[in-house]
């Protein structure tokens, strides 16, 4: 078994401040988890206490049913993909993936079987006989999966490994550890501060903020209900639209107001005591240009920005900075004024003075 789980676990240097604090997670078998999160939010530190190169302040990590806290890194059966890669200069790519298993005295032959295998899954059979100055950013990081790979861990720990490459091979990597993730059937634990990374390849993402677990869930549950604004706005790209609103009462059904303009709910009449003003948050691919001005905000085109066959189209309203998703199919001038609507369904409502979504607590 390599599940993990953690039990109140926190991290404190020498003064007073905890780095991490109180963080409790069972992490299934053969789950890939993401830890999500701002730089310093303690993402890394948490991985590298799960490695043991990193000590516990307080609490316990179990592997399995083992308790690991005083079990040295090399006997915990997790191998770590770090974001510099960490390959050696001197070694070609096969001394390197075979350093770490002739330190375990792991014998020629399984070594080069095991090496060779890797090499197969990562298509780096070619690069055996190179050095590293010799590889582009892409291939090091296969290498330094790769490295990992030979060592048949229970559990692999990565940690920013996509982030020194441009952004076409980060596409091609996620999709080639998707891939290693499905064929090696082994837990993972990925930290990233890139939410497309996030939902792309987490079974399930742990929203981290200064040192504690914000929100855990799948990518849906977590875009579909976020808990407050800050995971809102973490976790959408382009950023999600904010509006200043207020929940109303019409014939027994509850109303978002945004300036007259009303988006239907299916939040109970009694929230509206309990939350008098709020704030109506919406993503960009969730709105859209109508015609019909009967329900809807005029706004003016500020700028467009065209990303593949998509279009966002940045807009004024009032003082507020919208934007708005949708295919590339006509042009908009700077200063065009446009009806935009929302969809109803995928307007989320979180109370003005808490930050927390109101749907989260009911």
């Not at 109140?8 to 007073?16: E, H, M, N, V």
């Amino acid at each position: 078994m390599s599940s993990i789980t953690l039990k109140a676990l926190s991290k404190q240097y020498t003064d007073d401040k905890h780095t991490l604090n109180d963080l409790s997670l069972h992490i299934k078998d053969k789950e890939f988890l993401v830890l999500l999160g701002p730089s310093g939010c303690g993402k890394s530190t948490l991985l590298r206490m799960i490695a043991g190169i990193e000590d516990i302040t307080q609490g316990e990590i179990y592997i399995g049913d083992v308790c690991v806290n005083k079990v040295e890194p090399k006997d915990r059966g997790v191998a770590m993909v770090f974001q510099n890669y960490a390959l050696y200069p001197h070694m070609t790519v096969f001394e390197n993936m075979a350093y770490g298993l002739k330190i375990k005295k792991v014998k020629k032959a399984e070594r080069e079987k095991r090496i060779h295998a890797a090499a197969e899954i990562l298509q780096i059979n070619p690069l055996l006989k190179r050095l590293p100055s010799q590889l582009s950013g892409g291939q090091k990081q296969r290498v330094a999966i790769g490295r990992a790979i030979v060592k048949e861990p229970k559990v692999f720990l990565m940690d920013e490994p996509l982030s020194n490459l441009d952004a076409k091979l980060r596409n091609e990597m996620r999709i080639e550890i998707k891939k290693l993730h499905e064929r090696l059937d082994s837990t993972f634990i990925y930290v990233t501060h890139d939410q497309v990374e996030a939902v792309t390849l987490g079974d399930r993402i742990a929203i981290m903020t200064e040192g504690k677990f914000r929100q855990i869930g799948t990518p849906m549950e977590i875009i579909d209900c976020p808990i407050d604004m800050f995971v809102a706005s973490f976790i959408s790209s382009p950023p999600i639209n904010y509006l200043d609103a207020v929940l109303v009462n019409r014939d027994g059904q509850t109303y978002v107001d945004t300036d007259g303009v009303l988006v239907e709910t299916d939040l109970p009449i009694e929230v509206i005591k309990d939350h008098p003003r709020v704030v109506a948050g919406v993503r960009p691919e969730h709105c859209f240009i109508t015609e019909d001005s009967s329900n809807a905000f005029v706004m003016e085109v500020l700028f467009t920005e065209i990303i593949g066959t998509d279009v966002l189209l940045h807009l004024k309203h009032k003082t507020s900075h919208f934007i708005v998703k949708k295919s590339f199919t006509q042009t908009y001038e700077k200063g065009q004024k446009l009806y935009v609507g929302m969809q109803a369904n995928h307007v989320h409502v979180f109370d003005k003075n808490t930050q927390k979504n109101v749907r989260s607590l009911q």
